[in-house]
């Protein structure tokens, strides 16, 4: 039997699970929304299991390694069993009352250093649960840690590109600043880099999943680091998730400093950028799918709107400004939805042109091309619009899948062993 690698990508809009062979040939896929709230950590383990029985019997036989993506700054408390103490905080959520206590925790250039943050989400959790320092510990864990450590029946590992808001310094290999002297420091996980083996499945995994119990659990990454894998950039390539969320990434010979910026490393290369809370998300609170297919087809992308719209789903943003408090602007709506959709896809695309100057004004290297993952990679429209305000090529990568990227990153760690 061919081996077979299983990737799991927790998007900040649904679950999908990709089988890929060895090759690199994508075999099956699957996708459903979230079956509970986004934020019901049960409901990611629960979401899995089900997709996972749904691939062919006979392919999920011959699966040996399974990795998962998951949104980064998506952060539970649970116990040493895994059982999840509260409801998680989404990688959205600011947490503007743990300003000062970051501060005292994490050098100003960290990226933790915010109240959009996952260390701000951290003392939020914390606080919630009204934990003592003579206290059982509670430990805390990012959405793909935490259904890692399902799969392994052991919560004791995290992936470095998942706890960077956290706190973890990946040029120092350690926590940032004053972390490790916190009494709540053990909370945190054992960081391990993206790709590493780390056990085989559980009984209870391997049951719910219907996978052998030899299949091996890898370290697997960021849903955005994710999408950038798959879309595979070359040289002077920038590259644009286009989700919920939209994320500006690009490789650099050296990280970034400044606000909102993450750098993470991928096969020994940084890779930089950030992660607006604006997106397609915010298309979906006035349009569902079929509107936005028929709308976006009236627009003619050679003609501006005239509007000027800031469209955040909600108070509050990450990157290329960080600002938890700045407001969305999202009227006035015109009588006519397609002008008013193409005043969004403006104001979105401006959002990315902001997002790639930014990282340039901060030292890295000038682009030449972006290519577009996601859904919104579809929409020819929005492709226009965006090459117009950023200036250079945008190319569609829209079948590029997170999910087959982890599957492949997967097989690919324990069959080059």
């Not at 940032?176 to 995994?205: D, Q």
């Not at 650099?252 to 997106?279: C, D, F, K, Y």
């Amino acid at each position: 039997m061919l081996p077979i690698g299983l990737g799991i990508d927790l998007g900040s809009s649904g679950l999908r699970l990709a089988l890929v062979a060895s090759d690199g040939s994508l075999l099956e896929t699957r996708q459903s929304s979230y079956p509970c709230s986004f934020n019901n950590a049960n409901g990611w383990k629960k979401g899995v299991a089900a997709l996972s029985q749904q691939l062919p019997a006979h392919l999920r036989e011959q699966v040996v390694a399974v990795a998962v993506d998951g949104t980064s700054g998506t952060l539970l408390a649970c116990n040493e069993k895994g059982e999840p103490l509260s409801t998680a905080i989404a990688y959205s959520c600011a947490c503007l009352e743990q300003t000062a206590a970051i501060k005292d925790l994490v050098p100003a250039d960290s990226a933790a250093a915010r109240a959009s943050g996952s260390l701000a989400r951290a003392l939020r959790l914390l606080e919630q649960l009204q934990w003592q320092p003579n206290q059982a510990l509670p430990l805390l864990r990012h959405q793909a840690d935490w259904l890692m450590g399902w799969l392994l029946g052991d919560w004791a590992w995290g992936e470095e590109g998942n706890n960077l808001r956290l706190g973890w310094d990946l040029e120092q290999n350690n926590w940032a600043g004053s972390i490790n002297a916190a009494p709540w420091a053990k909370a945190l996980p054992k960081i391990v880099a993206s790709g590493v083996a780390l056990g085989t499945l559980s009984n209870s995994a391997s049951a719910a999943l219907g996978l052998p119990h030899g299949c091996q659990v890898v370290s697997g990454s960021t849903d955005a680091n994710a999408m950038v894998l798959a879309a595979d950039p070359q040289a002077n390539d920038g590259v644009t998730v286009l989700g919920t969320t939209l994320v500006c990434k690009q490789f650099n010979p050296t990280p970034l400093v400044g606000a909102g910026i993450s750098n993470h490393r991928i096969g020994g290369r940084w890779l930089v950028g950030g992660a607006s809370n604006a997106g397609a998300g915010v298309l979906r609170q006035f349009f569902n799918d079929q509107q936005l297919q028929e709308l976006s087809r009236q627009i003619d992308p050679n003609k501006a709107s005239g509007l000027t719209y800031l469209p955040l789903p909600a108070v509050g943003e990450r990157f290329p400004i960080d600002d938890p408090g700045l407001e969305p602007l999202l009227t006035p709506r015109p009588v006519s939805d397609a002008l008013y959709l193409q005043g969004l896809l403006e104001g979105l695309s401006k959002i990315e042109q902001q997002g790639w100057q930014r990282l340039q004004q901060l030292g890295a290297t000038p682009i030449k091309r972006v290519l577009t993952v996601g859904g919104g990679a579809r929409n020819s429209q929005w492709r226009r619009i965006r090459e117009q305000a950023i200036g250079l090529p945008v190319l569609n990568r829209a079948n590029a899948s997170a999910a087959a990227a982890m599957a492949l990153l997967a097989l690919r760690s324990v069959t080059l062993e």
